[in-house]
């Protein structure tokens, strides 16, 4: 039972534009979730994490957000360029556990 | 610093057969994953060593997959006999140790396989 969810297996966005990546989590004692960014053939690297504590994170482009009553999170990249193609991985964690859940994927084409 | 290594990055073998997968964590991370993704579908928890012990085995499929780390240094994932629905990439992730919050997944480039 999937308990990391990525509903839109690919996303289109123009250069400059925003992109928009949404993950939706079923276990209600999450509280530690991170965005992965995955080039083909390579493995997921880190980008960004948030804690249930927060409801935004900002690094660069990138902002993370958090919605615990909906459990929905989302990634926000702004401006979007050429090289953020890729596929972004939701992923989903305990505060103090070592199990990471992750999602299916989003493939995201920004498109120059 | 190194990354994360894994060898082989694709093997092909036929079912019935025997495939060794290697991993070499970050030096010093004493947590070291395995995740398998089969392809469209997302990464999925296999097991999890905090160095030479495993700590959670719960998402390796059945007594096909054995993983060692002796030493708390490498791991070996060996899956006797293969079988089609094994195919997927095998990633390994290493991580320092604690709290996930404080302690990210590295991951290696994965191995991809095929079992025809």
């Known amino acids: 039972d999937q308990q990391v969810k990525q509903n839109s297996p690919s996303l289109s966005v123009q250069e400059g534009r925003i992109s928009i990546l949404n993950c939706d989590y079923t276990?209600?004692?999450?509280?530690?979730f991170l965005w992965y960014k995955k080039y083909p053939a390579e493995g997921p690297t880190f980008l960004i994490s948030?804690?249930?504590?927060?409801d935004k994170n900002e690094d660069g482009r990138f902002t993370v957000f958090l919605n615990k009553s909906a459990k929905h999170l989302s990634l926000h990249i702004v401006p979007s360029q050429p090289g953020d193609s890729a596929v972004y991985f939701c992923?989903?964690?305990?505060?103090?556990?070592?199990?990471?859940?992750f999602g299916t994927g989003t493939s995201l084409t920004v498109i120059p | 610093e190194a990354g994360v290594t894994q060898f082989p990055s694709h093997s092909v073998i036929e079912k019935g057969q025997t495939v060794t997968l290697r991993c070499d964590p970050i030096s010093g991370h004493d947590n070291l994953y395995w995740y398998r993704r089969v392809m469209g579908k997302e990464i999925k928890f296999l097991l999890h060593f905090v160095k030479e012990s495993k700590q959670d085995e719960s998402g390796m499929p059945n007594n096909r997959f054995l993983a060692e780390r002796t030493g708390g240094t490498y791991s070996t994932l060996k899956v006797q006999p293969a079988e089609l629905e094994d195919s997927g990439v095998y990633f390994c992730?290493?991580?320092?140790?604690?709290?996930?919050?404080?302690?990210?997944?590295?991951f290696g480039n994965g191995t991809r396989l095929t079992v025809t």
């Open positions: 992730a290493s991580s320092l140790g604690g709290d996930a919050s404080n302690s990210p997944l590295h």
């Open positions: 992923a989903a964690s305990v505060w103090t556990g070592n199990q990471f859940y």
């Open positions: 276990n209600s004692m999450f509280d530690y």
């Open positions: 948030i804690s249930s504590i927060k």
